[in-house]
């Protein structure tokens, strides 16, 4: 893999109307269940990011023929639940969490055996998440020693539907167990400690699948014919977090992002930053079906520290490393708890943020399950993003509000959920180079 580092310089500001790349979540349901779906789905607004590269590549090894991507359109020739056939090669999911737990569940269910790798950050983070309840409703998945990938999966001779209770609150586990759900025999019922993205749930029922939501439960059975159709991926609100953030920290300027995606399961975010005195204005469109979309609007703001409220947590998951960004530019403490999440995701988020804070002079106190972040001047210096993109993003943003330059190493995982960040950044204001590095 080769190495990028970012170098921003101070003084710089966000302005003008953008638009974010598709969602990532969304991206990945629509490539996923549009391939099991009977007929052909269109899909516009795709997110041409690794992540979701690395899902498509994966069907296609599945047997299924997809057209494009181009501009963000996609054709999936579906070819039904029991269409998929086995892929000659382990199926290399890259950095992508999503990918390797939502094909999980979708591979538990086939007739013909799988494997899955990725790369050194995928191969360190928890899989027994959804190893476990999949082998309770009947499939045999082996992982490594520590619960981690490789994965590999049995054929499988029959699925029966269970009723589980989530011991955490995570998409990607209930969305394993629902795809899951349409291959087992009875209903699989999933019960969310917490409200987390209803992305698969919207998707299954758009597509005619017989899905159930009650309060708390999620449920679902595989006795629907399921049938593809058109999907809108709206921008990407994790993707927009770090243009909220910046323009917020910034000493002038306004920014206008358009198209983002506003799904009340995902905009934790601007509450969080509202909260701490941001001045964000959100416009909803009008829309008929799938995914709330609309513009939101923001502009530089006095904040203060504020203690995060929990059930935010889950509704705000991806955007820590931006917020915490925003907390070190607000005058007073920014306390945030029960999200020890954050230290399996692509790397250990409230240590790798409480480290490179610490280097540009904020004092940061990592807990077991989140951080306390004072405010106060940020100073230039150097910091390590570990191959995490959203690291490396939301230090970028740190540029505009810091005294001196920021230099960011480990960069290039940035693709993984947004093509385009530093261009757009620069288009927008922000002094960002981007540095290939031998190595
Ligand atoms: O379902 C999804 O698309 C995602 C769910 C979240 O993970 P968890 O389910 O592990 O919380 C999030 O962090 C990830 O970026 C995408
Ligand atoms: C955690 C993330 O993604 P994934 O779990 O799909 O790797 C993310 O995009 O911040």
């Known amino acids: 893999m080769h190495k990028r580092r970012f170098i921003i310089e101070p003084g710089g500001t966000l302005n003008g109307t953008l638009r974010v790349p598709g969602d990532k979540s969304i991206s990945h349901r629509a490539v996923m269940l549009g391939s099991i779906a009977e007929g052909r789905t269109e899909v516009s607004g795709f997110l041409e990011g690794d992540d979701a590269m690395a899902t498509l590549a994966a069907m296609r ?175 990407d609100i994790s993707s927009a977090a770090f243009f909220l953030v910046g323009a917020s920290i910034a000493s002038g300027g306004s920014v206008t992002l358009t198209n983002v995606g506003l799904n009340p399961t995902r905009t934790g975010v601007i509450d969080i930053l509202r909260r701490m005195g941001a001045r964000i204005h959100v416009e909803a469109e009008e829309t008929d079906a799938g995914e709330p979309v609309g513009t939101v609007s923001v502009e530089p703001a006095a904040l203060r520290g504020i203690d995060i409220p929990p059930e935010l947590v889950p509704l705000a998951i991806d955007e820590f490393p931006a917020v915490f960004i925003a907390a070190a530019c607000a005058t007073g403490e920014t306390r945030l708890r029960g999200a020890e999440e954050l230290r399996v995701k692509e790397s250990d988020r409230i240590a790798v943020m409480a480290d490179g804070l610490a280097a540009l002079g904020i004092q940061a106190e990592p807990q077991p399950d989140g951080i306390r972040i004072v405010g106060g001047p940020i100073r230039g210096g150097r910091v390590a993003a570990h191959g995490d993109h959203r690291i490396a993003m939301a230090f970028a943003m740190a540029g505009l509000a810091a005294d001196g330059p920021i230099t960011i190493d480990g960069c290039a995982e940035v693709d993984t959920s947004f093509p385009g960040f530093v261009e757009l950044a620069h288009g927008a204001g922000l002094a960002i180079c981007s540095e290939e590095q031998a190595g």
Not at 201 to 206: F, G, I, K, S, V
Request: proline share 7%.
């Open 61 to 235: 090894a599945l047997g299924v023929s997809i057209e494009g991507p181009q501009a963000g359109r996609l054709s999936i020739d579906g070819v039904g639940r029991y269409g998929l056939r086995p892929a000659p090669l382990a199926l290399d999911l890259g950095n992508s969490g999503t990918s390797m737990r939502l094909f999980s569940g979708l591979l538990a269910g086939q007739w013909f055996g799988s494997r899955l790798v990725g790369d050194a950050s995928l191969m360190r983070r928890p899989m027994r998440r959804v190893t476990d309840p999949l082998g309770r409703m009947g499939a045999t998945i082996h992982t490594g020693p520590d619960g981690t990938a490789p994965l590999s999966i049995e054929p499988s001779t029959a699925l029966r539907g269970i009723d589980y209770v989530m011991p955490v609150a995570s998409a990607q586990v209930k969305s394993a167990l629902l795809i899951a759900g349409l291959y087992a025999e009875g209903r699989t019922r999933v019960t969310e400690p917490a409200v987390s993205r209803d992305h698969t749930e919207r998707m299954l029922r758009a597509f005619g699948a017989d899905v159930v939501v009650d309060g708390p439960h999620v449920s679902v059975s595989g006795d629907a014919p399921m049938r593809g159709g058109s999907v809108v991926v709206p921008g």
